[in-house]
């Protein structure tokens, strides 16, 4: 299985900055995901990270505010930009390698935003 | 929509109490379906997958999961559950994106097991 490791592991940011989410795979993968869990809720996609191609965004949830990075089949980063109290959440990369059918996860990014 | 639903949010058993954990997804058609534990302070972690075949999986830990199709759901089930099995448990059933397929979660349960 993979090992996926998130960098950083939690952050507490002003409002209107940016936070950039990293993550490293041990191994190549072919899909990447982000997704977010607020306090409370379940897990939600945010977006899907292709590899040599821009990400492919889920409902309500827009580039300018997430935009993602991929640029090789190991690493991907997430940007949360303009940040409000409300993008306070558990940031999670998760990702697949071929031929197995189930995602491995990071540990997440924790995000308060004061 | 593509949707899921996990019925108990919070769960408290005694050591050896056996566990069934619900879970109803909403769409037909090809169905991956996934069973995810997280473990205080931990990541999420895979706990049992069904693909195709026998409807009834088997897990990590004991833990096993049977697929109904007529009543499009994915129960988790443990006969006796352990201290240790104290976690947050997750139905992600996989959907289909306009990326390919992505899992999609539960709202969780939490179990709690006293000793």
């Known amino acids: 299985s993979a090992v996926i490791s998130q960098k950083p592991s939690r952050d507490i940011c002003q409002r209107g900055t940016s936070l950039t989410i990293q993550c490293q795979v041990d191994?190549?993968?072919?899909?990447m995901f982000w997704y977010r869990q607020q306090p409370g809720q379940s897990l939600t996609l945010i977006a899907t990270?292709?590899?040599?191609?821009?990400?492919?965004?889920e409902s309500g949830f827009v580039i300018d505010k997430f935009p993602i990075s991929r640029p090789n089949l190991t690493f991907s980063t997430l940007t949360v930009s303009n940040l409000s109290p409300e993008d306070s959440s558990i940031y999670l990369c998760?990702?697949?390698?071929?031929?197995?059918?189930?995602?491995?996860f990071g540990q997440g990014t924790r995000l308060t935003v004061v | 929509a593509q949707s899921v639903s996990q019925h108990n949010h919070h769960v408290i058993l005694s050591e050896a109490a056996s566990l069934e954990l619900g879970c109803n997804y909403s769409?037909?058609?090809?169905?991956?379906l996934f069973w995810y534990v997280q473990y205080p302070g931990q990541h999420l972690q895979l706990l049992l997958k069904?693909?195709?075949?026998?409807?009834l999986v088997k897990g990590i830990k004991g833990f096993e999961a049977e697929f109904i199709k007529s009543k499009f759901s994915f129960n988790l089930r443990k006969p006796s559950v352990q201290w240790s099995d104290t976690a947050e448990y997750f139905c992600?059933?996989?959907?289909?994106?306009?990326?390919?397929?992505?899992?999609?979660f539960g709202k969780g349960t939490t179990l709690s097991v006293s000793s």
């Open positions: 998760s990702a697949e390698q071929e031929g197995l059918p189930e995602a491995f």
């Open positions: 191994s190549q993968v072919t899909m």
């Open positions: 990270a292709n590899q040599g191609s821009e990400a492919t965004y």
């Open positions: 769409y037909g058609g090809t169905v991956n």
């Open positions: 069904y693909f195709s075949g026998d409807p």
């Open positions: 992600a059933p996989k959907k289909v994106t306009q990326a390919g397929t992505a899992l999609i």
